[in-house]
């Protein structure tokens, strides 16, 4: 098992630009969730799914947009980056309704 | 709102001293607490958890005990090691029939030899 694997680990943006930040699990968990680490503020959630083809909004989604085709795979996608959106982002997924989540590696991004 | 309060860091400790991280929550109904530990490069790895009232969880030398009085899941180790080093958070999940993990901001400890 790879676990939960993100691509790209690192990523210089201008602002305006856009990207996908991708996120895959081969674990066959049905709950996935995107964070965003900034210091000081721990983790907060931008969005979450439950299952394929279902998703919802976290504390910070402004900005961002998800889709959930696959169990597999969770992309996040910035739509026109802003410098604020500068920080390390987490994908995790889990199973079950209490149980632990898995974190991926994370992927550093810059926003000039 | 759920919310979870950690204790400020960094702590910084000397090699085989006592660690207490301490972690109040507010929220209500069943939850499920954790303690997470994150290592410099690397995501979120569970440390332990406990899923009812006086639950203690532990793992490598860990503990934490849901305290639903006190509204409490302090982290402690009896003696920790240079390789403790990690920022350690608190985090919970309800059940307010939605899944979100609420998280700590994160105690980042520091242990010297």
């Known amino acids: 098992n790879a676990g939960v694997t993100q691509t790209p680990k690192f990523q210089v943006l201008k602002t305006g630009q856009s990207m996908t930040l991708q996120c895959a699990q081969d674990m066959n968990h049905e709950y996935m969730s995107w964070y965003r680490q900034d210091p000081g503020m721990g983790l907060r959630l931008i969005h979450y799914?439950?299952?394929?083809?279902?998703?919802d909004q976290g504390e910070v989604p402004n900005g961002y947009n998800v889709s959930r085709s696959t169990t597999e795979d969770f992309p996040l996608r910035l739509l026109s980056a802003a410098p604020s959106q500068t920080s390390v982002y987490f994908c995790?997924?889990?199973?079950?309704?209490?149980?632990?989540?898995?974190f991926g590696p994370g992927t550093r991004l810059t926003v000039l | 709102g759920n919310s979870v309060t950690q204790m400020e860091g960094p702590v910084t400790l000397s090699e085989e001293a006592f660690l207490t991280i301490n972690c109040t929550y507010t929220a209500t109904g069943y939850l499920s607490l954790f303690w997470y530990v994150q290592y410099p490069g690397e995501g979120l790895q569970l440390l332990l958890k406990a899923t009812k009232a006086d639950d203690k969880g532990s793992n490598k030398g860990f503990e934490a005990t849901y305290r639903k009085e006190t509204t409490s899941f302090h982290l402690e180790k009896g003696s920790v090691q240079v390789s403790d080093s990690a920022v350690y958070f608190c985090?919970?999940?309800?059940?307010?029939?939605?899944?979100?993990?609420?998280f700590g901001t994160g105690t980042r400890l520091k242990v010297l030899a």
């Open positions: 985090a919970l999940r309800g059940t307010s029939g939605t899944y979100k993990y609420i």
């Open positions: 995790a997924s889990s199973t079950g309704t209490y149980n632990e989540q898995f």
């Open positions: 799914s439950v299952g394929a083809g279902i998703t």
